[in-house]
């Protein structure tokens, strides 16, 4: 714990995890990864990009082509601690959750989204591109520079679904083309 790895020029791909994390997983530690490739990685149980209680830091990453139960791309939680993972030029497409948030799923996390493409990703029930629950604080998704384009969700929000005490400041933020079927 309390780590500070640096991830520079990495391919993670081809993963399978049937009930945890298929990809990368972070727990109380504080990486900087960037130039990061991670496709084709598949948690049907899990997770296949997860960080929890962090101050991550995620520059120049391409997600694409993952599938999971929560977080088809990535998933943050537990950050409600003080700590403000950063997400900065990452492109999260063509991602697939079975439940919740096929490109990005939040869950008491208070993350700074910057230059950010969530484009082409897919919920079976709510958050399409996003889905962002605060359940015993308010979170607040900093967005700048965002572009949530042609998601979907079986349910609702297929751009962005927040539940509870979940709030969005967005700043140039581009909300377009997302379906959900209710």
């Known amino acids: 714990s309390n780590s500070h790895p640096t991830l520079t020029g990495v391919t993670i791909a081809g993963n399978h995890s049937e009930d945890g994390v298929s990809a990368l997983s972070v727990v109380d530690s504080a990486p900087v990864a960037s130039q990061l490739g991670i496709h084709n990685n598949a948690a049907p149980m899990g997770a296949t990009v997860y960080m929890s209680g962090n101050d991550v830091h995620l520059a120049h990453v391409d997600i694409s082509d993952n599938t999971a139960e929560r977080g088809g791309g990535v998933k943050l939680s537990n950050a409600s601690n003080g700590t403000e993972p950063v997400l900065e030029h990452v492109s999260i497409t063509g991602n697939e959750a079975s439940e919740y948030g ?35 604080s308010s979170g607040t ?28 400041e967005a700043h140039n933020t581009t909300i377009i083309g997302n379906q959900c079927a209710e």
Do not use: K
């Open 102 to 136: 096929g490109g990005i799923y939040l869950s008491e996390a208070q993350p700074l989204l910057s230059n950010i493409l969530v484009e082409g990703n897919h919920s079976g029930h709510d958050g399409g591109g996003i889905a962002a629950w605060a359940w015993h």
């Open 141 to 168: 998704v900093e967005m700048r520079n965002v572009a949530i384009v042609g998601n979907t969700a079986d349910r609702d929000g297929g751009g962005i679904h927040l539940f509870d005490d979940a709030h969005v």
